[in-house]
């Protein structure tokens, strides 16, 4: 590669830009016209959005990437990833016949769904550039750990940013943290086509862009000017020509984009025609070479392009400004309409026919360039991005002990629980403790992570000493800063936890080091990152979240703070396993269980919903098959009778409340049972997919009972069930279908308002008096 003439290179380039683009453009096309449509519905693809990268990503993948580099590229520019990876050899012709449609390449792109090594997803705009950031954070968290294999060079996190995606508030969340964080080797280019979905980019709101990156310590890389109109300005009156264009506002630019040679001619002529060297150059150029001259803008100009990557050889995060047409070399090019329009079958074969490609060749992979096979063959063999093969790593697992600590206490809330289990595990030097790593959006010590940090220390570039320490001034909290430090501290922003979270999660795949993160947040605010931890979810990284406090029970604390549907989050979201145990020794096993699911090539991440809430709790050894229970879901607490009338079942921090109910109503019902589940999201799954089993295996004797039909089986079918949980009644309704039986669900349906537990679980009817309630009406 290094030894190709720069000219040779630059030619080469060029003919695979071509490619690229005739390829993005007719996978959608394929898409939408070839392949035959079933439901009516659109199909859909965005060849405007993929021609305005053609040129970045052509460059990028050919000539500047390395394999230790990872990309994230705008959700409507996977056509053109999937075309590279498929010049690569690494994508087949077959799925980008089915480009979205089931098993083909996916609409964005995928690291789950898609098979051509996608370093991130995207699709939600904003999400994939932050994750970026987040990744540079974990690229450093292990090298400056020496976790990561020692040969591995650090590479750049690259994001090709839509520039509306500059709108979505997560993006300068994310700058923000970064900058705090020092983050290094980090490229954002953005794809400055000044369009969005419905229109034309704001001209104001850009003029501040490129400020606030250097605002936050970035460097700025304007690509404005390819080479062509640079020639036209040095020429007599040529600057003349660069101010109108530097004036020219988004909307008229791109309209005259559409227009055409005819639509530059006229507005040049009506502004500029006072300049002899102006009148020169509009002599010069016909209509076709005066709309070749007119938008020859950086991002399209392979040299510039080229030239403004291979400046930057330190590690300093960069952002480029790539002035890019949408649509560019397509017949809607600029329209503001154009985001998803799609070439009519006129168009196509126009645009096919400008591509020197004949019926039939649409696949081939050289068709219509003018270089030979051999040598682009051998020019993509050569690209110094795929020198590796593969660049997915495989990190072993970290062994998780039997049993983790357990604390002892009399009383104990979860999150006390939670915290003096991890404070445990830190005071260990084992491998376990070595790989954990924490992060919270400045609620860390509100959610117990404090004596965690006080043993493990903040994470940081560099060594910062806790000034309050150095000045003796006492506090419960030591707060060092060191590069050994194994707390990342957020600022409040939980779309950054989750972010940041998703990178964590995603170490041992992108990073060859297996990392435990584990997060803490206010079970409230989930949903204030809610897409953000579907993000990480979607990208199958692996990370426990621990929630606390939750519900009412939060108390004092007020409606605002009171978190009511995520239990029904926990058990809606695909790829979190959700729990919340009562008590500290069911939390324990839990967290073990946890780190070890993590794991597991068919684990998921971990969402423990926990409470502040001091409970008394049981004096009792966990037996291994109650230990497997509380794993799966649940147990009885006091075990029913074969004739009772009614079970009580509870979840979490009310259980106290469940178990006062049942005392007093087992005085006059003996047999009257109680259910302590851990997580309904798990038994509801089980129970789900043992039904699809058996759907599957008719005839052949699969009766195998899932957990909740196995817990449920001693009652009969017309006993009645009373479920209580301090979260949304739904989150438990459900158990009634399981065998047929009636249920009385209780919990919380409406905003709620500060109180004492007392007041509070009286208000919602979540006292032992309010479910003694709920069973009389059961058997009544
Ligand atoms: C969070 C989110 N909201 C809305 C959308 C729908 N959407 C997809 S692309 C887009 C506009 C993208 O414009 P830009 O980033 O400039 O990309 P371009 O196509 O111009 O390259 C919108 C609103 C989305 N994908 N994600
Ligand atoms: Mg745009």
């Known amino acids: 590669m290094t030894s190709m003439a720069p000219v040779q290179r630059l030619r080469l380039l060029r003919e695979l830009e071509r490619k690229v683009l005739w390829l993005s453009a007719w996978t959608i096309h394929h898409a939408n016209h070839v392949r035959p449509n079933r439901d009516g519905l659109k199909v859909g693809g965005h060849q405007a959005s993929c021609a305005s990268l053609a040129t970045v990503m052509t460059a990028l993948y050919f000539a500047v990437l390395k394999p230790e580099d990872r990309v994230a590229v705008k959700p409507h520019a996977s056509p053109v990833f999937h075309a590279i990876q498929y010049l690569f050899g690494h994508q087949t012709q077959d799925k980008l016949e089915r480009f979205r449609g089931l098993g083909g390449a996916q609409s964005y792109p995928s690291r789950t769904k898609d098979v051509d090594d996608v370093d991130f997803s995207t699709g939600s705009v904003g999400l994939g550039v932050a994750m970026t950031l987040f990744s540079s954070i974990v690229q450093d968290y292990v090298r400056l750990k020496k976790l990561a294999p020692a040969e591995r060079r650090p590479g750049r996190m690259v994001a090709l940013v839509g520039d509306a995606e500059l709108d979505e508030g997560n993006v300068f969340e994310a700058l923000l943290e970064g900058w705090k964080h020092d983050v290094r080797n980090l490229w954002w280019v953005i794809d400055y086509n000044r369009q969005s979905l419905d229109g034309v980019v704001n001209d104001r709101l850009f003029g501040r862009i490129g400020e606030m990156f250097e605002l936050v310590g970035w460097r700025v890389v304007t690509l404005k000017y390819g080479k062509l109109l640079e020639t036209a300005f040095a020429q007599p009156d040529g600057e003349q020509l660069r101010q109108w264009i530097d004036a020219c506002p988004n909307s ?38 005066l709309h070749r001259l007119m938008t020859n803008l950086a991002g399209h100009d392979m040299q510039a392009v080229l030239d403004a990557f291979e400046s930057i050889d330190d590690d300093r995060p960069t952002c480029f400004i790539a002035y890019t047409i949408k ?6 090019a600029g329209h503001k309409d154009n985001h998803s329009g799609l070439m009519t079958l006129d168009q196509m074969a126009g645009f096919k026919k400008g591509m020197d490609i004949e019926d039939g060749q649409e696949w081939q992979k050289f068709a219509g360039l003018s270089a030979t096979p051999t040598e682009l063959e051998a020019f993509i063999a050569e690209a110094p991005f795929n020198a590796e093969g593969r660049r997915r790593t495989e990190a072993p697992a970290v062994a998780i002990p039997p049993a983790l600590p357990k604390p002892n206490d009399r009383k104990a809330s979860t999150q006390e629980g939670f915290g003096k289990i991890l404070n445990a595990i830190a005071a260990e030097d084992s491998e376990l403790a070595r790989r954990i790593v924490t992060t919270s959006p400045d609620v860390s010590v509100s959610t117990n992570l404090g004596a965690w940090i006080n043993r493990r220390g903040l994470f940081g570039h ?19 800063k060191t590069p ?56 199958d990284a692996r990370f426990m979240i621990v929630a606390t406090p939750s519900g009412v029970t939060l108390a004092p604390e007020g409606g605002a703070h009171q978190s009511i549907h ?114 309904p999201d798990r038994l509801h799954g089980d129970w789900l997919s043992a039904q699809r089993q058996r759907g599957r295996t008719v005839g052949i004797v699969d009766r195998q009972p899932s957990p909740i039909e196995g817990l449920l ?57 309010g479910i003694i309630d709920a069973v009389a009406r059961a058997i009544a």
Request: net charge negative; glycine share 10%; proline share 6%.
């Open 252 to 289: 008229l630019y791109s309209a005259l984009v559409f227009k055409g040679g005819a639509g530059w001619r006229e507005a040049l002529t009506r502004d500029l025609n006072q300049y002899p060297g102006i009148r020169r150059i509009l002599e010069q150029h016909d209509d076709q070479a």
């Open 327 to 332: 649509g560019q070399g397509l017949p809607f």
């Open 462 to 480: 560099t060594e910062a000493e806790d000034v309050f320490r150095e000045l003796k001034v006492v506090s419960a909290q030591l707060w060092r």
């Open 484 to 539: 050994r430090g194994q707390h990342v501290e957020l600022g409040i922003a939980e779309n950054n936890l989750f972010i940041q979270l998703a990178a964590l999660g995603l170490s041992h795949e992108l990073f060859d080091t297996r990392l435990l993160p584990i997060g803490t947040l206010y079970d409230p605010f989930i949903a204030r990152g809610l897409d953000a931890l579907n993000y990480a979810c979607y990208q």
């Open 566 to 679: 995520t239990p029904l989050i926990g058990i809606g979201q695909p790829g979190l396993l959700s729990y919340e145990p009562a008590f500290v020794d069911e939390l324990a096993v839990l967290m073990r269980f946890g780190l070890e699911h993590m794991q597991q090539p068919k684990g998921s991440s971990i969402y423990l919903r926990l409470s502040t809430r001091s409970l008394p709790q049981p004096e009792r050894t966990l037996s291994a098959e109650r230990q497997a229970d509380i794993v799966s879901g649940g147990y009885w607490y006091a075990e029913p009778g074969s004739d009772a009338d009614v079970a009580i079942v509870a979840l979490g921090a009310v259980t106290p409340e469940a178990i006062a109910a049942h005392e007093s109503i087992a005085r006059d019902f003996a047999g009257t049972g109680l259910l302590v589940l851990t997580s």
């Open 713 to 769: 089986a001693p009652l009969s079918r017309d006993a009645r069930l009373v479920t209580v949980l301090d979260g949304h009644p739904l989150a438990l309704s459900w158990l009634g279908s399981v065998r047929g039986q009636r249920v009385v669900p209780l919990g919380i349906e409406s905003f709620g308002q500060s109180g004492d537990i007392p007041d509070l679980y009286r208000a919602y009817r979540l006292d032992s008096a």
